[in-house]
């Protein structure tokens, strides 16, 4: 069965502290897509990163990294030097057969 | 990537009612995606659309309530039909691109049943 686990419903940190929000993944195929998605309260989604099965060089953009471990199944995104800005909610997804498999979702509050 | 215009960005509408719901394409897609996001929740899909074929509807969602036109590549509407407050919903639709596996996604629809 596909599944995704974002089991963090919310956190919650002071502006300019790191924080990173966990993604687990479970999947049989050996070919499959993984991304985040940030929804800010306006509503729409934020494309924020793609990484395919067989590239598990972690990423870094700016203030944003990812961890990408297939051995634990994980696809991990860390916020360095949090901004009131980040404060969102963030969704890790695992694309499969075409359609997209989501995570429930961890809340992300950043305090000034 | 692809754009797309997704109208309109809220409503409020009263029970019994039906809302149309519709997004623009800036270029041809084969597969349209259309999701549901009750408040607090995450994503869930209702149907994929096609162009050229009727949509697929996942376990929960009928074609009655929710009723989908694709009449070409670059256009897409759903329905909510005979809404209650539980349809109170944002209502998203999403493209896939081509072979990267990219999802492009509208802006959504803030929809309150009263």
């Known amino acids: 069965a596909q599944k995704v686990t974002q089991a963090q419903t919310e956190i919650s940190v002071v502006e300019k502290e790191d924080v990173t929000l966990d993604c687990v993944y479970e999947t049989r195929d050996t070919t499959y897509y993984l991304f985040w998605y940030k929804q800010p309260p306006s509503g729409e989604l934020v494309f924020l990163i793609r990484?395919?099965?067989?590239d598990e060089q972690n990423e870094i953009s700016g203030r944003y990294s990812w961890n990408f471990q297939k051995s634990t199944s994980s696809f991990n995104f860390t916020i360095t030097a949090s901004q009131v800005v980040d404060s969102a909610v963030y969704f890790c997804a695992l694309s499969s057969n075409y359609q997209l498999i989501w995570g429930a979702g961890t809340k992300l509050i950043i305090k000034p | 990537s692809a754009v797309i215009s997704q109208k309109p960005s809220r409503d409020i509408c009263q029970r019994g009612t039906s809302l149309t719901i519709q997004c623009q394409v800036d270029?041809?897609?084969?597969?349209m995606f259309w999701y549901r996001q009750q408040p607090g929740q995450s994503l869930t899909l209702i149907a994929t659309?096609?162009?050229?074929?009727?949509?697929?509807?996942e376990s929960g969602f009928v074609i009655d309530k929710f009723p989908i036109s694709r009449p070409n590549l670059t256009f897409s509407t759903l329905t909510v039909s005979n809404m209650s407050p539980e349809d109170s919903s944002i209502y998203l639709c999403?493209?896939?691109?081509?072979?990267?596996?990219?999802?492009?996604f509208g802006s959504g629809t803030r929809l309150t049943v009263v």
């Open positions: 270029s041809q897609v084969t597969m």
């Open positions: 659309a096609n162009q050229g074929s009727e949509a697929t509807y």
């Open positions: 990484r395919n099965s067989f």
């Open positions: 999403s493209v896939r691109e081509g072979n990267n596996y990219g999802y492009t």
